[in-house]
């Protein structure tokens, strides 16, 4: 993986994806909490809108912290790696 994969319009856009449906589930999550128990949450617009932005943090950091692991993994060799590698240990290589 390239090391400007930041910069792709691919990255931000998967991104974005992440971090709207996240928030989305989170408001979801808390209106569906205080229906069955009205009692626990104080809803208001304010608390909504820290929940929402909570869980878009949340998804962003993800995104990047992934991006950080994937970056490290190895690529799989190519076909000529391949070839030359069963060459250098004596197979035949067509």
Not at 20 to 46: C, I, M, N
Request: no cysteine; net charge negative.
């Amino acid at each position: 993986m390239s090391k400007y994969v930041l910069i792709t319009k691919a990255f931000w856009a998967d991104t974005a994806e992440r971090v709207v449906s996240t928030a989305a589930q989170a408001v979801v999550a808390v209106y569906g909490v205080d229906q069955v128990f009205p009692s626990v949450f104080d809803l208001d617009a304010k608390a909504v809108a820290g929940v929402a932005a909570g869980g878009a943090a949340a998804a962003l950091v993800k995104a990047l912290a992934k991006l950080g692991v994937t970056a490290q993994t190895p690529r799989p060799p190519t076909d000529e790696e391949i070839r030359a590698y069963i060459a250098r240990s004596g197979g035949d290589v067509e």
